[in-house]
């Protein structure tokens, strides 16, 4: 059995992860860390450290907010203790600035998405990316989350931007916004324009534009309920026991 803690175990998505590996038949949840989250079938922390400190388990799901990610990681990682992070709002540098604190062997696996649908977008994209000059990423999500651009977002502007060699989209950009409007064209992301949208309504959905003469190729991805991160999210937490250092991308695991 996999011993997992969940850190954020409260929340929605943390919530989701407890129900998802309590089904699964090769894992266990033996902690769950949250300031505001009771139980009754497993031990609760309020803090990470005290959960480590307690020890009895081999995986740390994190799902709680980019204010205390990095906190939480500081604590685990360094303890040997296997990571599979869903919390967006690290960088690459910071991510692996994290990673080296760990000891040999223990991996941080960190996804972008936990959904098959959404890492198989980004390999489309990738696939189109040298094929066209224009890509711009829109992303669309409910109006409670805390950071923006989505995670999802900057990885796949990350994936166009290398497929393509670092060349920037050819349509024009900030300098065409109009005064008082400044941000009308998205963040550059690695030369491609994202743009957030956050409302009632959405758990998460992205588009990815890509234009070129006479022609656009519009990929998307709808995700409407978080069991659909399931599956990748306990396909981490089998996958971290044999893999050490950073893993960025659920696409690593998927075969």
Same mark, same amino acid.
Request: overall charge negative; charged content about 15%; hydrophobic content about 45%.
């Given at each position: 059995?996999?011993?997992? #803690?969940?850190?954020?175990? =409260? !929340?929605?998505?943390?919530?989701?992860?407890? $129900?998802?590996? &309590?089904? %699964?038949?090769? /894992?266990?949840?033996?902690?769950?860390?949250?300031?505001?989250?009771?139980?009754?079938?497993?031990?609760?922390?309020?803090?990470?450290?005290?959960?480590?400190?307690?020890?009895?388990?081999?995986?740390?799901?994190?799902?709680?907010?980019?204010?205390?990610?990095?906190?939480?990681?500081?604590?685990?990682?360094?303890?040997?203790?296997?990571?599979?992070?869903?919390?967006?709002?690290?960088?690459?540098?910071?991510?692996?600035?994290? #990673?080296?604190?760990?000891? =040999? !062997?223990?991996?941080?696996?960190?996804?972008? $998405?936990?959904? &098959?649908? %959404?890492?198989? /977008?980004?390999?489309?994209?990738?696939?189109?990316?040298?094929?066209?000059?224009?890509?711009?990423?829109?992303?669309?999500?409910?109006?409670?989350?805390?950071?923006?651009?989505?995670?999802?977002?900057?990885?796949?502007?990350?994936?166009?931007?290398?497929?393509?060699?670092?060349?920037?989209?050819?349509?024009?950009?900030?300098?065409?916004?109009?005064?008082?409007?400044?941000?009308?064209?998205?963040?550059?992301?690695?030369?491609?324009?994202?743009?957030?949208?956050?409302?009632?309504?959405?758990?998460?959905?992205?588009?990815?534009?890509?234009?070129?003469?006479?022609?656009?190729?519009?990929?998307?991805?709808?995700?409407?309920?978080?069991?659909?991160?399931?599956?990748?999210?306990?396909?981490?937490?089998?996958?971290?026991?044999?893999?050490?250092?950073?893993?960025?991308?659920?696409?690593?695991?998927?075969?």
């Amino acid at each position: 059995m996999i011993n997992v #803690a969940v850190s954020g175990f =409260a !929340g929605r998505m943390g919530s989701a992860v407890v $129900n998802a590996v &309590t089904a %699964a038949d090769d /894992m266990q949840v033996t902690c769950g860390i949250d300031p505001h989250g009771a139980s009754d079938a497993f031990a609760v922390y309020e803090t990470v450290e005290q959960a480590v400190a307690a020890g009895g388990f081999d995986v740390l799901v994190d799902f709680t907010q980019p204010s205390v990610v990095e906190g939480n990681l500081r604590t685990a990682l360094p303890a040997g203790i296997d990571c599979v992070v869903g919390t967006t709002g690290l960088s690459n540098d910071k991510l692996t600035e994290l #990673a080296a604190l760990a000891p =040999a !062997g223990t991996c941080l696996f960190y996804a972008p $998405n936990f959904t &098959t649908g %959404a890492v198989l /977008m980004m390999q489309f994209a990738k696939a189109a990316a040298p094929f066209f000059p224009e890509a711009e990423v829109l992303e669309f999500h409910h109006c409670n989350k805390k950071d923006a651009p989505s995670g999802t977002a900057v990885r796949t502007a990350e994936i166009i931007s290398q497929a393509r060699d670092g060349r920037v989209s050819t349509a024009p950009g900030k300098e065409t916004e109009i005064a008082g409007a400044e941000g009308a064209r998205g963040a550059l992301i690695n030369g491609v324009p994202v743009h957030s949208v956050r409302s009632m309504g959405y758990v998460a959905s992205q588009e990815v534009v890509f234009g070129s003469m006479g022609q656009t190729l519009t990929i998307r991805h709808d995700s409407w309920d978080r069991e659909s991160y399931m599956p990748g999210v306990l396909l981490g937490i089998r996958s971290v026991g044999d893999k050490e250092g950073l893993i960025v991308g659920l696409e690593n695991f998927m075969g």
